[in-house]
C-alpha cells in the first residue's frame, strides 16, 4: 500500500523505528526533512514519486 511505502521511506530518510514512521504517517501532512541539505531533499524527493506518492518541496523565504 501507498502508507506502507512511506513508511519504509521515512524510515530510511530520517533513521527511525517503523512504528515511529507509521506514528508519523497517521497525520495527513508529513514533514520528512526540516533543515537539509539540498541533496538530502532531492534524494528523498526522488524516493517518494518513484514510488507514486505525493511530495512536495517548500522553503522558508527570506524576509526583507
Known amino acids: 500500500s501507498k502508507r506502507d511505502a512511506a513508511v519504509q521511506i ?4 530520517r533513521d527511525m523505528s ?3 514512521a507509521k506514528d508519523l504517517c497517521r497525520s495527513p501532512v508529513v514533514v520528512v526533512i526540516k ?6 531533499v532531492e534524494q528523498a524527493e526522488a524516493l517518494f514519486k ?6 512536495r518541496v517548500t ?3 527570506k524576509r526583507s
Not at 518513484?50 to 511530495?55: E, S
Open 35 to 40: 533543515k537539509g541539505t539540498k541533496e538530502e
Open 10 to 13: 521515512i524510515m530510511h530518510v
Open 59 to 61: 522553503s522558508k523565504k
Open 50 to 55: 518513484d514510488a507514486k506518492l505525493q511530495c
Open 18 to 20: 517503523e512504528e515511529e
